[in-house]
């Protein structure tokens, strides 16, 4: 069983209470400096403290006629305050309020997504190990080339998840400026000590120069950094689909009892789930582009960004969060065949060899190009008549001029090709073992 995956949980932080709750404490640390600062009464800000907070239903409704979403807000907490009221957003201006929440939601969007990426690389370190000796083809061009293991593809697909690991973490830190800065960013009737205060109380540090926001190459690269996870899950989702072919079936999906994989042929097993995410992954790159799209704003600032992020920072946070649930969940019991991995291996009758006959020719002392031609000719008659490739190799004596038995035998074994698997598996996880 793979802990955690709700949507709720996701979703929760983007819901409007969340929203709002950042909003609020935001002004309420700003009033905090401005006290400490000695610009707003004591009494004022105790009286702030105690009765501040919103109703989002009223928000709604204020909304409605003012068509600002901040000044509304501002307005539910104002009826609550009272007179006080008038020292809270003083000097600010929304986008204060908006883009460092936005940053506080992104941060804490971020800590469950690296939760989830932790999950995944559990589940994959697990099925290395496992399968580290478990013999099969590797493929270039999706041909046949020369032996891997099932488990240093699951190495590999590590080490990606933990580059990928890796760039959220600089990508979280890319997201996590706040600014409290006023109108156009010039401090004019706040001073910055207010921002270096409400930032570091909120787990962000001041964006070095702002505009009236936060500028949109940090979200930029954070999205990019969700849609580049999104697609490496596609990368492995979609080599999982190629093995489970009924032709190849190395490897494939869980399919539970009871479980239909079509209307019309009950003998169907699909790969809905890898198919699934190979979609998903579709809308993730999508998202990356539109924070792109949302860089060049209209000199200080636009709102043209604001519609965009409403729809992607949910949507892509929960879409993530959702597909690596997915993906650790579909690793975690997927099925392996063994057997029907070196039966594949074995079908092209020993020419995945080629390149082992080619090296031994030459360290006898053939040029490469005599002993790549001599060997490519049996390769191909090996493939076109169905001809062991070593049965060619031991009959053509121009190859045996070079060669003796032994040389041949000790050629065709697949260990020859997997004699590195430990140096690789200590390179990828150090010294650690399952």
């Not at 009871?258 to 809905?272: D, E, F, T, Y």
């Amino acid at each position: 069983m793979i802990p955690r995956y709700s949507r709720s949980e996701m979703a929760s932080i983007w819901s409007q209470e969340n929203r709002f709750a950042k909003w609020l404490e935001i002004e309420l640390y700003v009033c905090e400096a401005l006290v400490r600062r000695g610009e707003i009464p004591e009494k004022s800000f105790k009286n702030i403290s105690e009765k501040a907070g919103f109703d989002v239903q009223r928000i709604e409704e204020i909304e409605k006629t003012v068509k600002h979403d901040v000044i509304a807000f501002l307005t539910s907490v104002s009826e609550k305050v009272g007179e006080d009221a008038r020292y809270i957003h003083m000097g600010l201006t929304s986008s204060d309020i908006l883009d460092t929440s936005f940053a506080v939601l992104l941060k804490e969007a971020s800590e469950m997504l690296i939760d989830d990426l932790d999950r995944l690389l559990s589940v994959l370190k697990e099925k290395a190990f496992q399968y580290k000796d478990t013999l099969m083809i590797g493929r270039s061009h999706g041909i046949h080339a020369e032996p891997v293991t099932f488990g240093l593809k699951m190495a590999m697909w590590y080490q990606e998840m933990v580059r990928n690991r890796d760039r959220l973490l600089r990508a979280r830190d890319s997201v996590s400026f706040g600014k409290i800065s006023g109108a156009v960013g010039t401090f004019s009737f706040i001073d910055p000590a207010v921002e270096e205060f409400v930032c570091d109380k909120l787990g962000l540090r001041p964006a070095p120069v702002s505009t009236q926001i936060i500028q949109r190459d940090r979200h930029a690269e954070f999205f990019t950094t969700l849609a580049i996870i999104a697609s490496s899950i596609e990368k492995f989702a979609t080599e999982i689909r190629h093995l489970q072919r009924t032709e190849v079936r190395e490897a494939e999906e869980y399919f539970s009892a009871g479980q239909k994989g079509s209307s019309a042929m009950p003998h169907k097993r699909n790969p809905i789930l890898s198919e699934n995410l190979s979609g998903l992954a579709r809308l993730m790159r999508s998202y990356a582009l539109a924070s792109m799209e949302n860089m060049p704003l209209w000199h200080e600032r636009d709102i043209s960004h604001s519609s965009v992020e409403r729809v992607i920072a949910p949507d892509a946070t929960i879409l993530l969060d959702f597909m690596m649930y997915r993906f650790t969940n579909m690793m975690k019991n997927i099925v392996v065949y063994p057997e029907r991995m070196i039966s594949n291996l074995n079908k092209t009758r020993g020419i995945i060899f080629s390149q082992m006959v080619l090296l031994k020719l030459v360290e006898k002392g053939i040029s490469r190009e005599e002993a790549y031609a001599s060997v490519q000719k049996n390769a191909m008659k090996s493939w076109e008549k169905e001809i062991e490739f070593k049965k060619l190799i031991l009959e053509d004596s121009g190859i045996m001029t070079y060669l003796n038995v032994e040389d041949v035998e000790g050629i065709f074994k697949n260990s020859n090709f997997l004699k590195h698997v430990d140096y690789i598996f200590t390179r990828v996880f150090g010294g650690s073992d399952e």
